[in-house]
């Protein structure tokens, strides 16, 4: 066995060339019944199972995805808790992937979303439990994904507005920068942003959305996030664009906002925030909120209530919880807020993720050497089975627009959403 | 006393002039203390008490609201129950009202809302709890609103489609016939329908909509409804629009509703369905609703959970419950299917109501000629109050857009909905 080091992501790596190492030897009767199990599991649907002495399960069709298995350990733990250990051997590899990895994953679901298959008991004990992150547990979490590297997320976001989040495609055409342009549009013309307007921004990333609006609408921003590289970026951003007098970068927890506010926006932090911290959130946009203000929360929600994958739990977005409207409606109900439009953008982000797939792949080399192997591969398997859950339904984007009860802040109609002229 | 007779409503009525009659006699101290409370507890709202003996209380602004109380009896019923017998004493006239009666309504909105205010006990131990109707209940309640006659509601609805349910302004200088259609188009375009398309329709009124969706889209609809009077009426209207080939009008509840649809819509049925229904009428649309099919509900609603106020409970809209949004989840999230749009038209709500009540203002004799004085006074009550509802926030008016989880049947974003060539 080769000595194995985690990458930054905590993902087991690989010391060195491994597969063959670890390969040793033929496959006995019992993993061939085991890998014969595992590929029953998966039904009919087009997915080949090959051991590493090339005795081979499931399908053979022609255009068949291949799960390639380098070692017993991999056969083994992937029987045992394959939503954890897929991820894992992936990324560490010795479990390979011949084909499309978006097809794979969304042929899996497709299997498993048939009432009473399921991988296993494993696999459904592994729940990780959404649980409110305490303040310094929020830093933990946040910085574990979003300090890896400012150079890192520029290799394969836009270059307009540096935006994580699900972008707005007004066409099928639209380049991953206009659509995220047009995302930032979407939600100003949804809150009808006027210029020297105040807004509160929770969770503001690199800063791509507060310096748009200051620049686009002439608002004043102040934007709160607890990641001291996105902070540091994003006040960099906003002197060299000329909007440092509007916008003001505030490097902590959302919760300690102060100071009232026209606009209240959040885009791409609730998912984060943990379920238990949502009556806080709404009493914190009650706190800010003038009575003619209104408001708008974009994350990534569920049709229904659901554990997120575990190994995305725990690898790629610790304390991440994407919520169902019901859940979400823990911040509007007590506070007097009423919701006003609610926008799910569902295939947008099946979009977005295709290009940050593409634009991923065509930086790989420039990833295995800022990073590693391992790494370079946890995170095609993230984007590649984000891809796939937005695309079968298993996560939604929802645009929550919302005022104060009985006020009428905004237009009667969307159609100024809509309208080239503006509203 | 006069002996006292009820109208249609439940709704004690007078037998004659009746208010001299009452007013025997000078208030008492006690009399005045108590109208002293009353009027103490309405706070600084401009308004006003008298009584029979023209002793007044509260307010004495110049344009405050005055609630004139014509015996002793509606004093005393007013200070232990207002909100059941403000409506019922109002009907009888036995509480009259001199100025506007939105404005009073809107103004002790106003006055409640203040936390710590409220009438009084009685008033919240009145409570009518929501409960699912049983078949034999739900057709009693519907019976009770709908089989008033279709002549009473085509004095004052729109000429164009009966819709007895909130139109859709496209702008503010709309008529109601305008904005009725409007609002059916509205639909139409959300859910993208199509010619020859199968649409089931739940709680279809006098046949309005079915028909138009016939006529303008070329659909055909199944549209069920209990009240007989309106089956009758909408099977006939069919008829002579040439449509009757393509609606078939069911005399049925929606629960025993079979066969499969494109389309599922359901226009101002939820309100009266109960919310222990949700569960039941979301295992219906996914019986019916074919893989592609998508469907909208449309009903009246909260943003927080809360009682109908009792005395519309009791006289005009027994078992009826506006949900909240999360309550309105126990139809989408259990059967698999996905929120795609909401839309609050609450202020549509607000301006439909106060075109209903201009024209019942213009055709008040006729209706007192109809029915009665207690029964025009009632219904004049209940579009008052519930153009104040509307206005402050305290019903919503909810449009959800669903579809199957994971499927695209409509197109990624609402710009159709707004645009003049359609989709």
Same mark, same amino acid.
């Given at each position: 066995?080769?000595?194995?080091?985690?990458?930054?992501?905590?993902?087991?790596? =690989?010391?060195?060339?491994?597969?063959?190492? /670890?390969?040793?030897?033929?496959?006995?009767?019992?993993?061939?019944?085991?890998?014969?199990?595992?590929? @029953?599991?998966?039904?009919?649907?087009?997915?080949?199972?090959?051991?590493?002495?090339?005795?081979?399960?499931?399908?053979?069709?022609?255009?068949?995805?291949?799960?390639? +298995?380098?070692?017993? %350990?991999?056969?083994?733990? +992937?029987?045992?808790?394959?939503?954890?250990?897929?991820?894992?051997?992936?990324?560490?590899?010795?479990?390979?992937?011949?084909?499309?990895?978006?097809?794979?994953?969304?042929?899996?679901?497709?299997?498993?979303? @048939?009432?009473?298959?399921?991988?296993?008991?494993?696999? +459904?004990?592994?729940? +990780?439990?959404? /649980?409110?992150?305490?303040?310094?547990?929020?830093?933990?979490?946040?910085?574990?994904?979003?300090?890896?590297?400012?150079?890192?997320?520029?290799?394969?976001?836009?270059?307009?507005?540096?935006?994580?989040?699900c972008?707005?495609?007004?066409?099928?055409?639209?380049?991953?920068?206009?659509?995220?342009?047009?995302?930032?549009?979407?939600?100003?013309?949804?809150?009808?942003?006027?210029?020297?307007?105040?807004?509160?921004?929770? %969770?503001?990333?690199?800063? %791509?959305?507060?310096?748009?609006?200051?620049?686009?609408?002439?608002?004043?921003? @102040?934007?709160?996030?607890?990641?001291?590289?996105?902070?540091?970026?994003?006040?960099?951003?906003?002197?060299?664009?000329?909007?440092?007098?509007?916008?003001?970068?505030?490097?902590?927890?959302?919760?300690?906002?102060?100071?009232?506010?026209?606009?209240? =926006?959040?885009?791409?932090?609730?998912?984060?925030?943990?379920?238990?911290?949502?009556?806080?959130?709404?009493?914190? *946009?009650? /706190?800010?909120?003038?009575?003619?203000?209104?408001?708008? *929360?974009?994350?990534i929600g569920r049709d229904?209530?659901?554990?997120?994958?575990?190994?995305?739990?725990?690898?790629?977005?610790?304390?991440?919880?994407p919520?169902?409207?019901?859940?979400?409606?823990?911040?509007?109900?007590?506070?007097?807020?009423? =919701?006003?439009?609610?926008e799910n953008l569902r295939p947008h982000y099946a979009r977005t993720l295709?290009?940050?797939?593409?634009?991923?792949?065509?930086?790989?080399?420039? =990833?295995?050497?800022?990073?590693?192997?391992?790494?370079? /591969?946890?995170?095609?398997?993230?984007?590649?089975?984000s891809v796939?859950a937005f695309d079968h339904g298993t996560l939604q984007l929802f645009q929550?627009?919302?005022?104060?009860?009985?006020?009428?802040?905004?237009?009667?109609?969307?159609?100024?959403?809509?309208? @080239?002229?503006?509203?």
């Open positions: 066995m080769t000595t194995e080091r985690t990458n930054r992501l905590g993902v087991p790596g =690989v010391a060195g060339p491994g597969e063959d190492e /670890r390969a040793a030897g033929a496959s006995s009767g019992l993993d061939r019944w085991l890998a014969a199990t595992v590929a @029953r599991r998966l039904g009919s649907a087009p997915i080949g199972i090959s051991l590493w002495d090339g005795s081979a399960f499931g399908s053979d069709d022609r255009d068949a995805v291949r799960i390639r +298995l380098a070692d017993r %350990g991999a056969l083994w733990g +992937l029987a045992l808790n394959p939503e954890m250990n897929f991820g894992d051997f992936y990324s560490a590899g010795r479990l390979m992937v011949d084909g499309d990895l978006v097809r794979l994953i969304d042929l899996a679901y497709g299997s498993l979303a @048939r009432p009473g298959r399921r991988w296993n008991l494993a696999s +459904l004990i592994a729940h +990780l439990a959404s /649980r409110a992150p305490s303040l310094s547990r929020a830093k933990r979490n946040i910085h574990h994904h979003y300090d890896i590297g400012n150079d890192f997320y520029a290799l394969w976001l836009d270059r307009e507005g540096l935006q994580y989040t972008a707005y495609y007004p066409s099928a055409e639209a380049t991953l920068e206009q659509a995220q342009v047009a995302k930032m549009d979407h939600v100003c013309r949804k809150l009808c942003l006027k210029a020297d307007e105040r807004v509160v921004e929770t %969770g503001c990333g690199w800063g %791509g959305f507060a310096i748009f609006m200051a620049k686009r609408y002439g608002t004043r921003v @102040r934007a709160f996030n607890i990641s001291k590289e996105q902070i540091a970026y994003a006040t960099e951003w906003a002197a060299r664009e000329g909007v440092d007098d509007k916008v003001e970068f505030v490097l902590d927890d959302y919760r300690n906002a102060t100071g009232r506010c026209d606009v209240f =926006v959040s885009i791409g932090m609730l998912e984060h925030a943990g379920r238990r911290n949502y009556p806080t959130l709404g009493r914190l *946009i009650d /706190r800010c909120l003038e009575p003619n203000g209104r408001g708008l *929360i974009h994350s229904r209530k659901a554990r997120l994958n575990p190994w995305i739990a725990r690898r790629i977005f610790p304390g991440s919880y919520p169902t409207l019901r859940e979400m409606m823990d911040i509007f109900e007590p506070n007097g807020l009423s =919701v006003l439009d609610v295709r290009h940050w797939l593409e634009r991923f792949e065509q930086n790989a080399a420039r =990833v295995r050497e800022m990073y590693d192997a391992s790494f370079e /591969r946890a995170w095609r398997l993230y984007l590649s089975g796939a929550v627009l919302f005022a104060r009860s009985g006020k009428n802040p905004l237009p009667e109609t969307r159609a100024h959403q809509y309208s @080239r002229t503006g509203y």
